[in-house]
């Protein structure tokens, strides 16, 4: 992927609201007029894909009406039809276009000067590959001018044309359209754009083609009509426009650092740090990569990058930037609700997105839907709904409750989650901060010069036993297996030694246990041993005696035991680990489980958090204050739920017809008893030989997660083991740059969940090289 925005290459994209309405011909003035205006500069002319013969070929009308131009059309076919049809013999992938495309963009500008692109038929006339060419085309995001349609029906076709354009995130500079005193849709269309900011140019028709001239004649008069408009003052106006747009959009890349320095307050970061120079500027996102200013050197050809969003955008993107049908769900919703108010009502989307979650959960525990806006207040609400059964179940009043939970756990920055997690960094320097609860130190999954091990923490091997060390990752999830084994034993009775002398020699009160499954990511991308976690469950189910001798164990084993089990999938869920729900690695079923990040596929806030009937009925009451007193202004706001039901319904699209087939044989590790398999979208070699540098700690790998542990004898959240090699790949390479956030001595990488082959290995690529 290269740079769409050059410094010394004005290029505009000609898009047209549909056939036959002059693309050719406003091609061909415009390149006349830059050519008149502007003698000093070069023009160029780009036809991507053309079909019919060649004597009628666009390239040829502008070589002729507009010599002075470089012109080149990348792939010819020769009948005269659409081009998904016409391909259909010589297949021709979307990416190999827009890959040709942006080399030649990229030879051009060496020479300086303007180029048009010219599209295909209308907005959305097919591809080679039969995409709609407003997709194909989007990750480039050049100007656009759009061709209206001066015939009847064209006001509405033009207006169409414009709004698929705009939501895909294209800029429209300006409109050309024939003038045609019947319609007069030139008229109507005027008011309509200037109102948006946007010029429109109307200029005569050409002379019509007619059987009694020659074909001499004929191009005299074309050639007549081109010199008179062409050297018009409204094209000299259109001209200058594209002139200034191209340099004004450079001038704010390059001071929008510097604005955002003096007024922006970042989340996470210590502003002593920062400078206009560390602050990356996007000027658009598509797929897996930002398009963010280069800050090389001023006379640098490349005024963009093409950055690869190495966080996922913090952990929530899936889809890829930019996602058309994602753009189109939103935009929907919205028209079709804009917000509503949720309290004792409902509304399509949050319905579906309400059965959507609970069928594919595969949980018999899960019962209802409560939605919020984000992972942190999701999980906020979760512990009062945990707490809260608790108490009304064990007849509590109010008090010292706390929960249980693992060592390195981060639930979100809201007073209720912060107090779920331990004592860090993140909550040292907050003054009201009270850690309620007691967290489990935990064995660690991870690949030590390439073997697969659960390492004990350090100075606890008479609790868990010493290093295990295992074939494959899929050996460590064969849980029924492991069960069985001295470790299974050891973690049991440890998690059944510490709760009894919590509970009962300490009288400590605990009303939940939570847990990020798995991963724990905020933390440091900690892998936590899947047994371990499985047994603090089976251990606190099945000893409901210590936390209330007088209440039994419930019949219904739908029901909650012990204590309310709630996990936090905001980060791990939904795919992010490979599967649609990371408790299926632990082969168990929480009674209340969080879920965000990827539930919108990166495009809209939005949590949800499911429970159980049991959770759900603790707060029937006769009087509202025994009810669950949370909710928000935007509760279930249809544009977020509407989108999360396609990014949801996609990602289970994905899974059905095999999508990550190809990472999936690339680990082939089965787990015993289980139907799904173990696997990550980086490559099995690539962990492997990452695993043996002298640098490197340890690497885990699972689904779309990458961590890499830096040796550091101080390692953890405050360490700045990690950041040279975050400095080095910001730098990239010659194709792109990667964008990344650390974790102390951790640097950790997430693809998303359509990422490609091609492109994780060029990043496993340059990582090798850059590791120290």
Known sequence: MASSLLRNLKPHQIYASNTSVGKTIFSTLLLRAHTHFQPSKKTFYLKPVSTGPDNEADDCHISRFSPATQTKCLYQFDEAVSPHIAARLSPLSDKTIIKDVQSHLASCAAEGGTLLLETAGGVHSPTPSGSSQADLYRPLRLPTCLVADHRLGGISGTISAFESLHIRGYDLDAVCIFQDETYQNYVYLREYF????VKLLAVEQPPERSSKYSEKEDA?????????VAESGELEDLVQLFANKHEQRIERLENMSTKAHSTIWYPFTQHREVSPDTILTIDSASGDFFQAHSKSEQTEAEVLKPTFDGSASWWTQGLGHGNPELSLAAAYAAG??????????IHEPALKLAQNLLANLHNPRLAKCFFSDNGSTGMEVATKMALS?????????????????????????????????????????VHWYEGRGFWFDFPQVKMNKGKWVVEPPSGMEGEFGELARFESLGDVFDLETRLKSPAGQQYGEYIRTT??????????KFGAVIMEPVILGAGGMLFADPLFQQTLIQVVRENASLFSSNTPKPSDPNTWSGLPIVFDEVFTGLYRLGRFSAASFLQTHPDISVHAKLLTGGLVPLCTTLASDSIYNAFLGSEKRDALLHGHSYTAHPVGCHVANTSLNTMLEMDREKKWQ????????????????VWSMWSKDFIYHVSNFDAVESVVALGSVLAISLQDANAGYS???ATGLQRSLIKGSSEFKIHSRVLGNVFYMMASQTSQPETLRSIEQLLLRELP
């Open 719 to 721: 360490s700045s083991a």
């Open 336 to 345: 079709r609700y804009g917000h509503v108010m949720f309290a004792g009502t």
């Open 220 to 228: 005299q008069m074309m050639e007549t009509y081109y010199g008179n």
């Open 499 to 508: 709760l009894e002398r919590l509970v009962v020699k300490e009288k400590r």
């Open 662 to 677: 190809p990472f999936k044989d690339d680990w082939q590790e089965a787990v015993t008893g289980v139907n799904e398999s």
């Open 194 to 197: 200037e109102k948006k900011g």
């Open 389 to 429: 059964a608790s108490c009304e179940r064990y007849g509590w009043e109010k008090g010292e409750i706390g929960v249980l939970g693992l060592k390195g756990s981060y639930h979100g920055d809201t007073i209720g989650a912060m107090d779920c997690s331990e004592p860090s960094v993140y909550n040292e320097r």
